[in-house]
Every structure is written in C-alpha cells, then in structure tokens.
C-alpha cells in the first residue's frame, strides 16, 4: 500500500517537472510564445551587451542601471512587431534611422535613465554588438585534451616497459662468464 502510493507521488512529481520546462519564460524576457521566445534566446546570443561585461545580451544578469535591460526591451517588442531576424541584427548594428523616434520598440531607450542610447539605436551600435562568432573551442580543448592524455599514457606505458627490463636480471651462462672474466683478467695485465 505504502509503495503504491509513494510510486503515484513520484509519478506526480515527475509529470510536473516534464511540464515546467513547456511553460518556461526567459529570465530577460516578457515573451510567452515559445516561437518568439526561441528567436529572442538565439538573437540575443548573436548581440552583444555594451554594457562592458563582454557577454551576450542573453547573458548579461547586471541589475539596476544595465544597456541589457532597453536592448532586451526593444528586442522583445521588434520581435512582437514582426520584425524578421535578420532586420534587427542588422538593425542593432547599421541603426534603425528615425524609426526610432517613434516606434514604441525604443520606448526605454527613451526615458532619461537611457536616454544617450537612443542615438545608438537609431545610429547603430557598429560591429561591437555583435558578440564574437561562435567557434568550435569546445572541440578544440577536447581534442587537445584526448592528445594530451593519450601522451601521458604512451609515458606511462613506456616507461613501465623500461622498468620491466632493468628490473630482470640477466644470468650469463658458463660460457660467457669464462669469456668476460678472461677479458677482464688480461686487461689487467
């Protein structure tokens, strides 16, 4: 009875936490479609935050006074606009041009708090929104990683080798012991 109804809990909680992850909303973002929300995760990755801390605008957890915050902001509205990918990256880094004035994409960038990035917005970031191009470094450490390894046990594996021969003791049969020590005794004549 005991082990029926612990199994049923289980069962319950483990449908829950299956659940939770389809309902789930970016921490940075006040989307709830999940089509918008994957492209808002993948944009936001590509675009810098220019705040200094050198990460993707996705990334970037600084509260208060932060540049992420009226970029995540209009980010959201582009994309609840309809903008395509494409147009707001390029967007984000050529400007948007006088649009900004009045689209209500900008509207933080308009408050006094944010006010010097509304010229960014319309000018343009440049190329520094753009967050670095995703290399395959990962790869790269893994299979320097299996290369070293694999050298220290090629190390090891020698290195027992060469143990293994000083450590047998060669015997000499009669017949070459006679012959060394004859070699021996007339050297020292």
């Not at 082990?3 to 829950?16: E, K, P, V």
Request: with cysteine; charged share 20%; proline share 4%.
């Amino acid at each position: 009875m005991r082990s029926a109804t612990a199994i049923r809990l289980f069962s319950a909680m483990l449908t829950i936490f299956m659940i939770l992850p389809l309902a789930a909303q970016s921490a940075h973002s006040r989307l709830t479609d999940p089509v918008l929300l994957k492209r808002f995760n993948n944009l936001s990755h590509k675009l810098m935050c220019t705040c200094g801390c050198n990460m993707p605008l996705r990334n970037c957890n600084h509260t208060g006074h932060c540049n992420a915050w009226p970029a995540r902001d209009a980010l959201d509205k582009l994309l609840l606009a309809g903008y395509s990918d494409e147009q707001i990256i390029d967007g984000f880094r050529r400007g948007f041009g006088p649009v900004t004035e009045k689209n209500e994409a900008f509207a933080m960038a308009k408050t006094p708090e944010y006010a010097y990035m509304l010229a960014q917005f319309r000018d343009g970031f440049g190329t520094q929104i753009m967050s670095a191009p995703e290399s395959n470094y990962l790869a790269v450490f893994v299979g320097l990683g299996v290369v070293l390894c694999a050298g220290v046990v090629m190390l090891f594996i020698r290195s027992r080798k060469k143990r293994g021969q000083s450590d047998t003791l060669t015997l000499l049969d009669d017949k070459k012991r006679e012959e060394l020590l004859r070699k021996i005794s007339a050297s020292e004549n």
